[in-house]
């Protein structure tokens, strides 16, 4: 499926603009974690400032841009694949709700746990440690709901 039929069917992603960072930050972090759940749509990440960065996927993004309003509603689009659809599904499911510091925080963990290496509690305390924001009861409550949908240890 391609990106922008996949952004139209998130949330959030109805008014989508590269001109605003929020919005730039914001795509790194849900494609980062579509694929966290099972869903590869074909970006690579590498740490940068403020965790996983893809620079393809900002590429596509910029170049999505000039387009994204064309691009219809997404209520109906679905991926060919039961499985990817029902991943994607899960993962829709798992987005409502949260602010772009629950992002940060899920991307962040997610990172440490599977990339890196880290063990739960290194990753909370690396996390937490990360940003002035992030207390360690909100790292902890993301910590709790990515176990529940299998994304860390």
């Known amino acids: ?27 790194q972090k849900t494609i980062y974690l579509l694929q966290a759940f099972g869903v590869y749509v074909g970006y690579d990440y590498n740490w940068y400032m403020r965790g996983p960065y893809c620079n393809i996927l900002a590429v ?11 691009i219809p509603s997404g ?8 499985v990817a659809q029902e ?3 899960n993962f829709l499911t798992f987005l409502d709700g949260k ?11 997610h990172y440490q746990v599977r990339i890196r290496g ?19 009861d ?3 409550r993301m910590w709790g709901e990515m176990r529940g ?5």
């Open 87 to 89: 991943r994607f599904l």
């Open 60 to 70: 596509h993004a910029f170049v999505l841009d000039n387009f994204y309003g064309h």
């Open 99 to 109: 602010d772009p510091a629950d992002l940060e925080i899920a991307v962040l963990l």
């Open 1 to 27: 499926m391609d990106l922008g039929f996949i952004l139209r069917r998130i949330p959030g992603f109805a008014e989508f603009t590269m001109a605003r960072s929020a919005d730039r930050m914001r795509l």
């Open 138 to 140: 909100m790292v902890n």
């Open 118 to 136: 880290a063990d739960g509690a290194a990753a909370r305390d690396a996390v937490a440690g990360k940003r002035g924001g992030f207390t360690r």
């Open 149 to 153: 949908y299998g994304l860390v240890g």
């Open 75 to 82: 209520e109906k689009t679905r991926f060919k694949s039961s």
